[in-house]
């Protein structure tokens, strides 16, 4: 059953679940439907390649031909147009005349300075996360994670070891938030809220997004210092830096206090629930009494619906130390442990859902 709560106090309402869902129909025979799903790691592999090589950067000015293209980007020009020929197949990129190239609207998504750049998500998602999902079958097997299978360390260790990626991350992290951020801010009334602290905000992106929707609010930005550090800039800029402080350090240690209430977005679901019980006793021991904590993650349906949670569950098994997409139910109960109580999961325009909680 679905398990909801809307009071402060906890309590809940157990919702029917619906008939299950009869099997999709689909135009393909299943063969053929399955044979696309096996090869869907092949398009993540072209796109990377384009986000790697800026291809989208380059054609930018206007269409080239392929020996142009490669010169540009440094690319072998036969190899790099049946990665483009591909590309445009699915609608990145576009042969507007034999072996000359232009962009689409998809394409513009791997530009480096479009506003809904996907870039450093396909940068992320092509690199090190990639090559750990090729362990998912060890991860199944022994319940361990892929990622520090292959490199030794946990991804969080790894990023403070290896600057490069570590700083796609932080753009891949910033680019998600521009996705998730108007959605949640339209889902959730912060008329109430008077200082909100962002514990392990990153850049800043989502915290500054809702000072400037919400005047009245304060901010604070938490997170490790390395982190702190970078964000200046995006606090300068954002024409709210007046109203937004910056702390640092380790949520494992402990979270600053002086706010209302407490976000955190994707951050829960990177840890087992050992260390995510960790990270929200320390936000309940940082709050007041009439504080509120809210929680930006997937919240995984129950049954055979869709979603991409299931997914995201998966890739949270093979790359994070311990981490898992969670169900409203698994929420409530990890809360608890916390010294919390679910109040309400808020649904948003958007694949995630903002879990409300209070201290108990």
């Not at 960790?278 to 009494?289: S, V």
Request: charged letters at 15%.
């Amino acid at each position: 059953m679905t398990f909801v709560t809307d009071s402060a106090s906890g309590s809940s309402a157990s919702l029917p679940v619906s008939p299950q869902p009869a099997a999709p129909e689909f135009a393909l025979p299943p063969e053929m439907v399955i044979m696309q799903m096996l090869t869907g790691a092949w398009v993540t592999q072209c796109l990377y390649v384009a986000a790697k090589l800026n291809l989208a950067d380059a054609l930018q000015a206007g269409p080239q031909s392929i020996d142009a293209l490669a010169a540009q980007v440094g690319a072998h020009p036969r190899s790099l147009f049946r990665v483009m020929r591909a590309l445009a197949s699915v609608g990145v990129f576009a042969e507007t005349e034999p072996q000359h190239f232009a962009m689409t609207p998809l394409a513009e998504c791997l530009r480096s300075d479009a506003p809904n750049s996907m870039q450093a998500i396909a940068l992320m998602l092509g690199e090190e996360h990639y090559m750990a999902w090729g362990g998912l079958l060890g991860s199944v097997q022994s319940g361990g994670c892929a990622f520090e299978q292959l490199y030794g360390t946990n991804i969080f260790e790894y990023y403070g070891m290896n600057a490069e990626p570590a700083a796609i991350f932080d753009r891949a992290m910033t680019q998600f938030s521009r996705i998730v951020k108007p959605a949640i801010a339209q889902a959730y009334d912060f008329s109430d809220v008077t200082t909100l602290v962002d514990v392990a905000g990153g850049q800043g992106g989502l915290l500054l997004y809702l000072l400037q929707q919400n005047p009245h609010l304060n901010g604070l930005l938490f997170d490790l210092p390395a982190v702190i550090q970078g964000a200046g800039e995006a606090i300068a800029q954002s024409g709210v830096g007046d109203r937004c402080m910056v702390s640092n350090g380790s949520f494992f240690e402990e979270v600053p206090s002086g706010g209302d209430a407490y976000l955190l977005k994707h951050i829960v679901h990177d840890w087992d629930d050992e260390r995510a019980i960790a990270i929200l006793k320390n936000c309940r021991a940082a709050m007041p009494e009439t504080g509120r904590l809210l929680i930006v993650e997937h919240v995984v349906p129950e049954g055979n619906e869709p979603s991409p949670s299931k997914l995201m569950d998966i890739n949270m098994l093979v790359v994070a130390p311990g981490g898992c997409e969670r169900t409203a139910e698994e929420f409530r109960q990890l809360l608890a442990q916390a010294g919390f109580a679910l109040r309400r999961v808020i649904p948003t325009a958007s694949p995630v859902s903002i879990i409300e909680a209070v201290p108990v």
